[in-house]
């Protein structure tokens, strides 16, 4: 059995099970300070080396202007002797262009590390830990504590490790904003991040094994298995005991806990030369996370359980690729990727992924450089104009959800709002396969808080129905049924029926394809009684396969036009919006006029599906095309 102290020794992230050496004890608060004076100052480690004038006086803990510090940060030291039962570490300053300086970044939450019983955990992530650093005490909360014992307990000494939280002094706006701004470089420079995912618990080792038993499947034998059936014939051949209750219900949890979810791990995960990840004593590999987690994904409908949680893992690899591949606007996919994570400030949903995209090549003008100082509608507008200025197309607009996505006062109705957490729009990432503009140029003009773009109006929205999660819940959609009723008696040379299968699926499958080729014309109905006695096996096959088609995008609503045309938009579309085609767009957009400033003002409402228009379609008639203001 291999320990954890040689995982590191040897430089690989070995899948072993960490052997504690020692054991310590975990006293905190017991050792009495005198107020104050015996806090640790970050004025006694000023974040600049070569500048530092010895002369300087730090009686009065002042802390020298942070501008003098750009390319300096602090790196934090576990000793391996303790001070009064308290864990002992020093801090110093380094050049992070000093090629001598070797040393590790941890990536890790701030607050509690599971969604579990949250009231609990938060009290617990609140408390604060007492560590004795430079001599002094220095309070970390409590999932920080647990990952620097389990260091210690490791005998992680001899090694400079970054951690933001303690290297950076979170109550100096301007040291925070400039450390930031680096943080990128940061990890890209560190031999080694160190993944924590929190203290071990009992669904730890059924994670790890399960994980472990799928990475080393083949393909073949990987593609066969079911994931929860538990008495499946081939999962109990190629998984032995790790296809119990327990090692399925595990894998979630792990999957579940919070750093999978944080917005900052993204750049902290990418940039890393090498990973080692940790959950109290076990010791993961990432690549197989990542393995498992894109079968999962694949495989696992949004209605059950931790479904949205599996596929975190793969979305980091999808970024990561992205990121080393150089291809495709990075910042801009990496939203749209971790729309769904979380951030403390609603500004770091976009600072956690400055730094990535400039390292993958786009150089972002000064206007976004990280300020805390600014407010979010402000970040998120100046990042939307930045994207629609660096890129070829228009594909942001289709990210813009309607009121039912938008939190922060003061967004234009073109600017995405990053802070809600909700899969929102079709849910494919790039929409390559979508080409409702053809290849016509795009056009757009910023003028302070309005977007003025070039298209033609090509129909109306007349009625709506349910929402697909409304009609997921419930299995009950007479709004659906009396629009296709509708439309059958007004249109019967029509076949609405494919029409209707394809709108609810975007025409578009897990495989990608575009349009779907597989026979699923009435494969909805044997969804609706999915839950009913009486389906054959093929039957019940072919209801799963399209209920993880169907539950791909569950925040869209179905609609008719004017024109007789079915769609699959935003949930925020109303009677009467209008459907648009715009140069740059890869997909219609939904405009809504502003009632006010003119007949040619509109609000955006968001992208959608409109089905026989998504390929140029609509280009054929000669269209008038005429300039648009969104406010």
């Known amino acids: 059995m291999w320990c954890f102290a040689s995982c590191f020794a040897s430089g690989k992230s070995r899948t072993r099970l960490v052997k504690r050496r020692r054991k310590f004890e975990q006293t905190r608060n017991e050792v009495e300070f005198d107020g104050d004076s015996d806090q640790f100052s970050y004025a006694t480690i000023p974040l600049y080396v070569q500048q530092l004038d010895q002369r300087h006086d730090f009686t009065n803990d002042k802390i020298p202007d942070s501008k003098a510090c750009h390319r300096t940060i602090r790196l934090l030291r576990i000793l391996p002797t303790r001070s009064d039962g308290l864990l002992r570490c020093s801090i110093r300053a380094a050049e992070l262009d000093n090629l001598t300086v070797q040393y590790d970044a941890l990536s890790y939450t701030w607050e509690r590390t599971s969604h579990d019983n949250e009231n609990e955990n938060q009290n617990h992530a609140e408390k604060q830990c007492v560590t004795v650093c430079n001599g002094r005490q220095l309070c970390v909360k409590q999932n920080l504590f647990d990952c620097l014992s389990q260091l210690e307990a490791s005998e992680y000494y001899g090694r400079d490790i970054w951690i933001d939280a303690i290297c950076i002094n979170q109550s100096d706006e301007s040291e925070r904003s400039q450390q930031v701004e680096i943080m990128a470089e940061i990890y890209r420079s560190a031999k080694r991040v160190i993944i924590w995912l929190g203290s071990a618990d009992s669904f730890t080792r059924p994670a790890w094994e399960l994980i472990r038993a799928l990475s080393c499947l083949s393909d073949d034998d990987l593609t066969r298995i079911k994931p929860h059936e538990n008495e499946n014939k081939h ?18 949890l792990l999957f579940e806990r919070r750093w999978f979810g944080r917005a900052w791990v993204v750049q902290e995960l990418v940039l890393a030369q090498s990973t080692t990840v940790l959950c109290g004593r076990y010791v993961f590999d990432w690549e197989s996370i990542a393995k498992v987690s894109h079968f999962m994904s694949k495989r696992i409908p949004m209605n059950m359980a931790n479904s949205l949680l599996y596929k975190g893992p793969t ?13 495709g606007n990075i910042l801009l996919y990496s939203l749209i990727r971790c729309r769904t994570y979380d951030a403390t400030l609603h500004k770091d949903k976009v600072y956690s992924l400055l730094g990535l995209a400039k390292l993958a090549g786009e150089d972002y003008p000064d206007y976004l450089k990280c300020d805390y100082k600014r407010d979010v509608a402000g970040i998120y507008t100046d990042i939307a104009r930045y994207i629609i200025e660096s890129s070829d197309d228009l594909h942001i607009l289709a990210h813009a959800e309607g009121d039912e996505f938008r939190e922060r006062p003061g967004l234009p109705t073109w600017v995405p709002d990053w802070s809600v957490r909700k899969d929102v729009g079709l849910r494919i990432t790039g929409y390559k396969r979508y080409l409702a503009a053809g290849t016509l140029p795009r056009l757009a003009i910023q003028d302070g808080n309005t977007l003025t773009v070039r298209g033609f109006e090509l129909d109306t929205i007349t009625r709506v129905g349910e929402t697909k999660e409304e009609v997921n819940q419930h299995r009950s959609c007479p709004g659906w049924f009396a629009i296709l009723e509708e439309l059958e008696q007004k249109y019967p040379e029509r076949d609405y029926k494919d029409a209707f299968w394809r709108t609810l699926l975007l025409d578009t499958d897990p495989s990608e394809t575009v349009p779907i080729t597989q026979p699923w014309d009435n494969s909805f109905a044997v969804w609706l009684k999915m839950h009913e006695h009486g389906l054959s096996e093929d039957e019940m096959q072919r209801a799963a396969e399209f209920e993880t088609s169907f539950t791909h995008s569950l925040n869209l609503r179905i609609f008719r036009t004017s024109r007789g045309h079915l769609g699959c938009g935003s949930l925020s579309c109303k009677e009467g919006d209008r459907v648009w085609i715009i140069q740059g767009s890869r997909v219609p957009l939904m405009l809504r006029p502003a009632g006010k400033g003119g007949s040619d003002v509109y609000s955006l409402v968001g992208g959608t599906y409109l089905h026989g228009f998504m390929q140029g379609e609509a280009l054929l008639g000669d269209p008038e095309f005429s300039d648009v203001t969104l406010v």
């Open 235 to 252: 999962n109990i051949r190629v998984l032995g005991h790790t296809n119990s209750p327990k090692n399925w219900m595990a894998l979630g």
């Open 315 to 327: 979305k980091l690899a999808a970024i990561k690729k992205g990121v080393r591949a150089g291809t």
